[in-house]
């Protein structure tokens, strides 16, 4: 008899992008004329840069023909994206990281997904709440917790962001092995300072744990004194893995490429007390399992550093923050408290109701689909987060009918 494993049924079936969905469907056939404009999903709306674009077209273009072809590539990335990485992403912010420590892949959700399975099944693990779903649903399956109860699994620590912390936790009074970060954070928009940081650091080098430091929103930061990389942070190779992502820096959501770093000097532990790099774990679940991402995409992807590459991303990111800026200062003049919104592309805005009570009246008022912060965990309740992610005009119509709807 095939039996199914269990941790999947613990899973809480909700999930928060269908039940919009849901509501959104219900409301446009009860509204059929009526304009709707999505701030919701976290998912960019401009097209790639012309650079990636032409770098892709070139890439496809080899891959027909004669003595250009490539089959199998790397399964760790091409040399060439790998040390653009090193080079630009890290290297030039001072942080100690070679191209053999950068690992290509099709997307920064699978390997912050992946890469639990490299450590024990009784190891305790901190998540922030609110949180990136993916980070709790992954160690749900993995058989890391027990059921839900009002929301939350037994077994996981929930660090929790509240307006008091400005939403990002202190490392806790008690032993963990296993932290989620990530700055700027999804779905809040708060970034964590140099010293926050390192306070993470110093705790993880105490405990011998490991903090996975999800950066997929790093290019959005325009504060200098705000760290991109945790590898910034002095100690951090030791005891930190990052994940950054093509999608949201350069629109690759749909084209897919990301890549997370593996310092070689980061180690778990075994039973014994032996310590062994994480690197050679993860070189080894990367290469048995996945078999690299396209040629053509990997060109696309190393045009982001090339040429008019930068400035072309540059360009597509100060266009969401324009947007970004405008919905900070429009919700703040409403009398609403805003959190992320000027290194990050997410607005997190307490409510003053019920999360889902707030959802259904921008929807209902104002045809404006946000996304419920009760969604992201229990300290979610009662915020809800807008996306920068859509035309100028977009933005600026959606707030117009959001102050008539609140006023
Ligand atoms: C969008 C996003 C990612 C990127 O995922 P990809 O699979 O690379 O598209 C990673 N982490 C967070 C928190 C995100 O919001």
Redesign the pocket.
């Known amino acids: 008899m095939i039996k199914i494993n269990e941790n999947y049924l613990k899973l809480t079936s909700s999930y928060l992008f269908a039940e919009i969905a849901r509501r959104v469907e219900a409301f446009r056939q009860q509204n059929p004329q009526k304009e709707i404009i999505r701030l919701g999903i ?1 998912d960019v709306t401009k097209p790639l840069p012309r650079a990636c674009v032409d770098a892709f077209r070139k890439g496809v273009d080899e891959m027909g023909e004669e003595g250009a072809f490539r089959g199998y590539g790397p399964e760790q990335g091409y040399g060439f994206l790998r040390e653009q990485i090193a080079r630009c992403d890290f290297q030039a912010r001072k942080a100690d990281i070679s191209a053999d420590e950068v690992f290509v892949s099709d ?4 390997d ?1 997904g992946n890469i639990q399975e490299l450590f024990a099944g009784d190891i305790v693990v901190a998540v922030p709440d609110p949180v ?1 779903p993916v980070y709790v649903d992954t160690n749900v399956m993995a058989g890391r917790t027990e059921k839900s109860v009002d929301g939350r699994y037994g077994g996981l620590v929930y660090l929790e962001g509240t307006p008091a912390n400005g939403f990002v936790p202190a490392p806790p009074n008690q032993r963990v092995d296993l932290i989620y970060l ?1 700055y700027p954070n ?1 779905p809040t928009g708060a970034t964590a300072t140099r010293e926050q940081l390192k306070a993470w650091v110093d705790y993880a080098r105490a405990e011998k744990a490991l903090i996975l430091f ?1 950066a ?1 929103y790093e290019s959005f930061i325009s504060d200098p004194s705000i760290p991109h990389s945790i590898y910034e942070i002095e100690g951090a190779r030791d005891v930190a893995i990052e ?1 950054r ?1 093509f ?2 820096t350069a629109g690759f ?1 749909g084209a897919r490429c ?1 890549f997370t770093v593996v310092p070689k000097s980061c180690v778990a532990y075994a039973g014994d007390g032996t310590a062994h790099a994480i690197h050679g774990l993860w070189n080894r679940r990367h290469t048995t399992k996945f078999n690299g991402v396209s040629y053509p995409v990997q060109r696309a992807a190393e045009a982001v550093y090339l040429g008019d590459g930068p400035s072309q991303v540059r360009e597509i990111i100060n266009c969401y923050m324009a947007n970004a800026k405008l919905i900070k200062d429009k919700m703040s003049s409403l009398g609403y408290s805003c959190t992320g919104g000027v290194n990050a592309p997410y607005i997190w805005i307490e409510c003053k109701s019920d999360s889902w009570k707030f959802f259904d009246m921008l929807l209902n008022d104002a045809g404006v689909v946000c996304t419920p912060g009760a969604g992201f965990g229990r300290c979610g309740e009662g915020f809800i987060r807008i996306s920068a992610f859509n035309s100028r005009e977009n933005v600026e119509k959606a707030l117009s009918k959001i102050e008539e709807a609140v006023k």
């Open positions: 976290g997307g920064a959700k699978c912050t990136y990530c999804n999800d997929a994940f992502s999608s949201k959501t990301a």
